[in-house]
């Protein structure tokens, strides 16, 4: 008779524990990171009666959860990578929308620049022309220093995103290993761990990968070991390692602001380095890739134009003379020729946008009078003499303007020397119809409807590519002749004001090839010496502003596809150890029902009890 009623009592036992375990299920449908339990079951030992074994009802051994490890190390890696993208993404749309703005972007100041040196040609005496050169080019240093203000703002908010999420990082880092001390001593053995802190823990392991990709250990006493980048703990059972965010050296020796990630050893002072490179997701990694590459290559970028740009000009100011007609002193732009002497000196790509972040900081006009401008050419021609004074010349060549082009290197260009005097010789039925008294060669410029009659030619010297001038020439005559060329003095007859030829050079930097090609790498940003220029300023621009919406392209298509693939695992996880409501509220009624019938088992071993009672 006892044996009914420890039947009975057994299955009561097992079906009130069923409902306690479906009570929780339910009652935690909407906790992030739940996992579905269930009770887990047997049929105690029988005992043997002499006909045979006879049970004795129901044993309870375990409450598990459903849990697919596989599937939870993929879904971390998604989350990862997903939050990865994300940030970049974001900043990465700033960059875009910043270059690509027409009203913020660089184009329409450019072409207004140019556009000022234009009209001044025409009238190069006026000073409200000039002033309108130098207050476009004001404009267009603005611009500069603005958009790498705005390049600042996106490069510092990276910065402390990365800060932010250290702190996120190590928080976590503390919490899970708290709970490995508590799950380790709660932790019964034979299955018999508390679900619901490995619950906890796991969600605390997916928000730290929202942070940083980490690859997670579980070790035999079921406690976890986390690590990040290339095997660095982060978490070792119940102790905690502290992540910390340095600023240049020893990882950014040429950067003091470039931030770095480090690993503190427990009790010490001491901290490991971690590769940036070897952290494959998580917001952490996001924005130290578009920190590192991308806003690093566009301020690279925009500090190279800054730099080229004002060498170009400030070379070519050199080269001519000013509304007194006295050789050009001023700058046109400020010189920053150090910065690239910087960048080209850096060892890395850290140390190549640090130059040129300081480049653009610096990037401003330098001429602040518009008489200093230097519109009129450094050089003249005189009159042409014949080379045989007995002959009656029919007729006399002229050079109309002349003017010198600076080198697109780094090198000095001055002006024409006084002594001895250049001479060019004329002679009639040549192709060209010139040659240079030193032995040069002289050569046609590219012919086009406004320079009919323009000639180049270079003087060879110690100069890297020489020395060139240019000039135009007009006139039929029949007999040799030589034209001497001569600098300007400043004297009153030269009527050096009424010249244009240098500011039409000027002009001309527009399409000349003062750009070499950015890199594509990621270990520099900066072209090798002596690489080929072969794009213009706009061009140039063009390239980085396809390059920033590639990028942000190819992001924001792997953003999608990151994010289609964490629903894809969520739903999977969801519907493996997720919670139904209505498989739960079967569950409900399956386990009322039993918890009845082992009460209708009591119940019928209560009466058979009392009858054997009434028989006596």
Do not use: C
């Amino acid at each position: 008779m006892s044996a009914i009623f420890g039947i009975g009592i057994s299955g009561l036992n097992a079906a009130r524990a069923a409902l306690d375990v479906t009570s929780h299920n339910i009652s935690n449908v909407n906790t992030d990171g739940y996992h579905r339990q269930r009770l887990s079951q047997s049929a105690a030992t029988p005992q043997f009666v002499g006909y045979g074994y006879a049970g004795r009802g129901v044993d309870l051994y375990a409450v598990s959860r459903l849990y697919d490890g596989f599937m939870e190390e993929q879904l971390q890696s998604v989350t990862a990578a997903s939050s990865g993208f994300q940030t970049q993404a974001a900043a990465l749309t700033n960059i875009d929308n910043l270059i690509t703005d027409g009203n913020a972007g660089l184009s329409n100041l450019m072409q207004g620049f140019y556009a000022s040196m234009q009209t001044l040609s025409q009238q190069p005496a006026s000073i409200a022309a000039r002033q309108s050169v130098i207050s476009q080019a004001e404009a267009l240093s603005g611009r500069f220093q603005s958009m790498n203000t705005r390049l600042e703002e996106v490069r510092n908010g990276l910065i402390t995103e990365i800060g932010t999420s250290v702190e996120g990082v190590n928080s976590y880092a503390k919490q899970i290993a708290a709970l490995n001390a508590q799950i380790i001593s709660l932790n019964q053995g034979e299955g018999r761990a508390p679900n619901d802190l490995l619950d906890q823990r796991d969600e605390l392991v997916q928000s730290l990968n929202k942070l940083v990709k980490t690859d997670v250990v579980e070790q035999f006493d079921g406690m976890y070991s986390v690590f990040v980048g290339q095997g660095h703990p982060l978490v070792i059972g119940e102790t905690s390692y502290e992540m910390t965010m340095m600023r240049g050296a020893p990882a950014q020796p040429e950067d003091p602001e470039a931030p770095s990630l480090a690993i503190k050893l427990p009790g010490t002072n001491n901290a490991v380095v971690l590769n940036s490179q070897l952290i494959a997701g998580g917001s952490i990694a996001g924005a130290m890739t578009t920190l590192n590459y991308d806003v690093a290559r566009v301020q690279t970028d925009l500090g190279r134009m800054a730099v080229e740009f004002s060498d170009a000009m400030n070379r070519q100011q050199a080269l001519g003379v000013d509304l007194n007609g006295q050789p050009a002193t001023t700058p046109m732009f400020a010189d920053l020729t150090a910065f690239r002497t910087s960048a080209e000196n850096a060892t890395t790509p850290a140390g190549e946008a640090k130059a040129m972040r300081d480049a653009l900081r610096r990037f401003a006009v330098a001429i602040q009078e518009p008489a200093q401008l230097a519109a009129a050419s450094g050089i003249q021609a005189g009159a042409a003499v014949p080379v045989n004074p007995a002959e009656v010349p029919g007729g006399k060549p002229s050079i109309s303007s002349i003017w010198q082009v600076s080198n697109l290197s780094p090198a000095d260009n001055p002006v024409l020397p006084a002594a001895p005097a250049l001479a060019l010789n004329y002679i009639p039925g040549n192709t060209p119809p010139f040659e240079a008294d030193f032995g040069g060669t002289i050569v046609p410029v590219t012919q086009s409807a406004t320079q009919a009659g323009v000639y180049e030619f270079t003087i060879p010297g110690p100069l890297p590519g020489g020395q060139h001038i240019a000039f135009k020439f007009e006139g039929q005559p029949a007999t040799a002749q030589t034209i001497p060329v001569t600098p300007r003095t400043g004297a009153a007859s030269e009527s050096a004001q009424l010249d244009n030829a240098n500011l039409l050079e000027m002009a001309r930097v527009q399409t000349r090839p003062l750009m070499a090609a950015t890199p594509n790498s990621t270990t520099t940003f900066w072209p090798a010496t002596g690489a080929a220029r072969t794009g213009n300023l706009q061009s140039f621009y063009g390239q980085t502003v396809s390059y920033v919406g590639s990028r942000t392209n190819v992001v924001q298509v792997s953003q999608t596809a990151q994010e289609a693939a964490l629903q894809e695992v969520k739903l999977k996880r969801e519907s493996f150890s997720g919670v139904n409501l209505d498989e739960e509220a079967a569950n409900l009624i399956r386990y009322q029902q039993a918890y009845q019938a082992s009460s209708k088992v009591i119940q019928t071993a209560q009466e058979m009890f009392r009858s054997l009672l009434d028989l006596r």
